[in-house]
């Protein structure tokens, strides 16, 4: 067998354990920091309180106003709390937009972050910092942006609504599809989402049936790490640009729009690689796309543009955005059939 491939490992600490988010003023101190500002959204800035006391005098404050899509206006209002308290780190507590907020003031100070991922996004493990202005979303990739510490602690996730932890999952998972045929993909690449998918693949049910079993949180959370490190190391194409035009232009809710989109995107590219997908189909049924709608069905997770705020007269722009500015898909793209593909994905119709 002939292989040739470049693998570049990432260099962050990955901490996993219950209660391990008990130990963060260790982690303070090992990366060499004494002021730590801890950051979270205003739903979680109870966690985020309790998290500073146990971190004790090393906390230097809490900014409790991150929000979805790191709009460059809250980042600045962080900023100021950043210069005032003096901190040398951000502890950054919760889900993609936490975590985004921490990327973004990392970004422009260099400073190192502490992550603790309560949903299922990844983005703790990617060097990708996404933020908005003036309606407008742009994506940096840098060394800056990638978090050097990451705690993984199940019992911070409990709370996360099922329904939102289904459709986090489901988001996850797409990093892993996609990672199966990039172009710049390598054998630990593949093997790591191959056992991301499997992770969500039992973490999900059990989660849905038992949302406070530590066991079940902790899979999710070790599906997170490997379908986020992927998203981190290979490039995406068709799903994550469709996402990211139906969240940057109709603002339709993140993991929800991953969620529904996922098994058609999958359905589409199969016909291209089969091959590269037939792990998708052994894990989740014996077809990719109606393997994977059927199990974004069995644990209740939306399967309709239509039910998340998208319109039928936005369908027509939406594939107009989706084809302009070509990037790579293992299958070549037009307007009529990602119009079509909208369009299932619109009326929550079941790929073969
Ligand atoms: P989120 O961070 O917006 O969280 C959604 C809501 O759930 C928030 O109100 C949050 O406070 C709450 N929440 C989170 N964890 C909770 C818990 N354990 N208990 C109770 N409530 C909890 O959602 P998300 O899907 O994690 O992140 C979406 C954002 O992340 C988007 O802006 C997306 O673009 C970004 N993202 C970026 C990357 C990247 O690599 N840059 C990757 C994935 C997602």
Redesign the pocket.
């Known amino acids: 067998m002939s292989l040739s491939f470049h693998y570049a490992g990432s260099p962050a600490h990955i901490v996993f354990g219950e209660g391990a988010s008990q130990n963060v003023a260790n982690w303070i101190e090992k990366i060499g920091c004494r002021r730590a500002l801890v950051l979270s959204?205003p739903?979680?800035k109870g966690d985020a309180e309790a998290l500073a006391a146990t971190i004790g005098p090393l906390a230097v404050g809490i900014f409790s106003g991150a929000v979805?899509?790191?709009p460059v206006n809250v980042t600045e209002a962080a900023m100021k709390m950043v210069s005032e308290s003096r901190a040398d780190c951000v502890v950054s507590l919760?889900?993609?937009?936490?975590t985004?907020l921490g990327k973004a003031i990392a970004y422009r100070t260099d400073l190192p972050q502490i992550v603790i991922p309560?949903?299922y996004?990844?983005?703790e493990v990617?060097p990708?910092?996404?933020q908005t202005e003036d309606g407008r979303k742009t994506t940096i990739k840098g060394a800056k942006i990638l978090p050097e510490v990451v705690i993984y602690d199940a019992s911070?996730?409990i709370?996360?609504?099922v329904a939102?932890s289904m459709t986090?999952g489901l988001?996850a998972m797409a990093h892993a599809v996609e990672a199966l045929y990039a172009q710049d993909r390598n054998p630990i690449s593949t093997l790591m989402a191959i056992e991301g998918l499997r992770a969500f693949r039992s973490a999900l049910p059990e989660i849905l049936l038992k949302p406070s079993d530590l066991e079940a949180r902790a899979g999710g959370l070790y599906g997170a790490w490997l379908c986020g490190t992927v998203?981190?190391t290979v490039g995406m194409a068709l799903h994550h640009k469709i996402c990211h035009t139906l969240g940057g232009t109709f603002d339709t809710p993140?993991?929800e729009t991953h969620a529904i989109m996922l098994p058609h995107t999958a359905a589409f590219n199969s016909v291209a690689v089969p091959e590269l997908l037939k792990p998708v189909a052994e894990i989740f049924g014996s077809a990719v796309g109606g393997g994977l709608w059927d199990f974004a069905r069995s644990v209740g997770a939306p399967l309709a543009l239509r039910d998340i705020g998208l319109t039928e007269a936005d369908l027509d722009k939406a594939s107009q955005i989706a084809v302009d500015n070509p990037y790579w898909n293992p299958r070549p793209i037009d307007g009529p059939s990602i119009r079509a593909l909208l369009q299932d994905a619109w009326e929550g119709r079941r790929p073969q």
């Open positions: 959204t739903q979680q979805m899509h790191t919760g889900g993609g937009s936490t985004g309560t949903t996004a990844g983005s990617t990708i910092l996404g911070l996730t709370g996360l609504p939102l986090s988001n998203l981190g993140h993991a």
